[in-house]
């Protein structure tokens, strides 16, 4: 295994993907076809599908069953981007315009649903019946988060707990699941599948934490979506809980959609910053990143592994 | 087989599809799940599920492998129905308030894809892996379907030819799927599950005409859903294809979103009834009927063969 041999993977996995959501015959789908065309490109940090290959890699790495697997995870991901853009009316993902802004609401609707279907036949048909009930609960997960936090939206807590918890279903869910599939896929030991795993879900938190903190921090220039995006949107994030816990009084009133529409996001970062609830985030991120590392040190040394740990280890670092 | 034992399978389908869909937990799953629960309540028709049971007991009836099934395809059935309603902005369903209008647009796209999720993980831990890859399959040709209808609003076309074909992806595809599933899951003859999975596709297309039909001559008080609603949404149904085949000229004009909006309705119900189209589309259904009761005729006689041709020859019948 080698940077070359992962890259190869990689792009095998991203043409089987582009192959599955482009396979659609007939107008609906000429419709769709170039918006989504965007998404699946080279846009995309493909981490999901990164992370399974090399869980995979720790095993007897089996590409005609880790590939299709890779691939559906990916379309799943990317199914839940288009839905999420089409609720929160997003403007735009990745620095390009959003899917229903290009094909309008209805079709973007149907664009995630057939991203979802194709996912769907994917497990079915080419991974292992115990893959297809991983995913299919994966997706039970992930949904349940998506309605658990729009239904929070402007629903503030202090609490780190349930910011956590959020955090988890959202993003640690499909790393961990993506982690998993791959290692078993290609026969890892329990031990090694069940250390992946974990290390997975302890990345996947780190990287929800850093994505919070780049919602305050970010520039819109880097991460390809405005600064802010969360708050304005109602979401809880760890920073917020955290000023909240430290100076609830001042952040009275601000947490509004009136307020925040008003402009009340400056004040709240100035309240953030100087009750050091960026910092106290960063080091959650950092912890998260530790726990994972550590998991991962429980393997044997191998460049699937070293590569692993070099991905996780990015996360609490990057700025997009 | 009697009556009864098909109800109180239908009993146990219902309890494990609304158990299924009402399993989530947290403050999300309490918004959508009132507005569920009546969609999965006693207005629907189930007829799906009906259909993959009956098939299911022409064979060596299997409980504890149809009832997932069945219920697996009727959450599937009613997420497309969920997204439907979001996407055409349809106010009612059933007769009912639709369930964006309850729990407004995102927890509708989101309910919907709760239910596929449920649907999926029904089918990967409850189904045998042959079945999960039809349902797979069948989810991805009612997407494109939906995908092709929505491309082709307000592009009307006398081809009786293209309006078959997208009533067969519409409803017949289901239906078909239902029959076949349970059949196999049964172990029926391989010449019976091909006679069932052929008869329940005609049907579909049977059923589909006189929905179509319904859009024309039906009443909302019956139907629970406005008259001329397809029309109003752009789409070309099988009477009005008919109308603009027999009078291209007078139809000339009438299918613009304006002119429907200025209440075009009227006219093109004068031309289609003076025309024959409703009797056309009539005939068309009566013989999708019989093509379905011959293929039923290929199977030896018993209650389900029999419950399912009453079935089958109720659809060119029914006034909702």
Redesign the interface.
């Known amino acids: 295994m080698s940077p070359d041999f992962l890259e190869n993977e990689l792009s095998a996995v991203r043409a089987l993907m582009r192959e599955t959501a482009g396979s659609?015959?007939?107008?609906?789908?000429?419709?769709?076809a170039a918006a989504l065309a965007d998404l699946l490109g080279a846009g995309g940090k493909f981490l999901r599908p990164r992370i399974l290959l090399l869980a995979g890699m720790t095993g007897s790495y089996a590409p005609e069953r880790v590939r299709p697997l890779a691939a559906a995870v990916e379309l799943l991901h990317t199914a839940t981007l288009v839905?999420d853009d089409?609720?929160d009316d997003s403007p735009s993902r990745r620095g390009l315009p959003a899917v229903h802004e290009r094909t309008g609401?209805?079709?973007a609707?149907?664009?995630?649903?057939?991203l979802?279907?194709?996912c769907?036949?994917l497990?079915?048909?080419r991974t292992s019946?115990e893959n297809?009930?991983h995913?299919?609960?994966a997706?039970?997960v992930?949904?349940?988060a998506?309605?658990?936090?729009?239904?929070?939206r402007w629903s503030f807590s202090p609490s780190v707990r349930s910011c956590l918890r959020k955090i988890g279903g959202k993003t640690a869910t499909l790393f961990a699941l993506a982690a998993r599939a791959g290692a078993v896929e290609c026969r890892a030991s329990p031990r090694h599948v069940s250390a992946l795993t974990r290390a997975a879900w302890s990345a996947g938190v780190a990287f929800q934490i850093q994505d919070d903190l780049l919602d305050w921090t970010g520039s819109e220039a880097r991460t390809g979506k405005p600064v802010r995006r969360d708050l304005g949107e109602g979401l809880c994030t760890l920073p917020v809980a955290l000023a909240l816990r430290a100076e609830p009084k001042r952040m009275e009133g601000l947490l509004t959609p009136e307020a925040v529409r008003k402009g009340s996001g400056e004040e709240i970062e100035r309240i953030a910053r100087a009750s050091g609830a960026f910092e106290l985030a960063s080091a959650q991120a950092l912890r998260y990143r530790d726990r994972s590392l550590a998991d991962l040190g429980r393997l044997p040394a191998s460049y699937a592994r070293d590569e692993l740990a070099r991905v996780f280890g990015s996360f609490v670092e990057r700025d997009r």
Chains 1, 2 share one sequence.
């Open positions: 659609g015959r007939g107008a609906g789908h000429e419709r769709i839905h089409v609720i609401r209805k079709d609707v149907l664009a995630g649903d057939w979802f279907s194709r769907f036949l497990a079915a048909e019946p297809a009930r995913l299919a609960r997706i039970d992930i949904v349940s998506e309605l658990d936090q729009d239904a929070c």
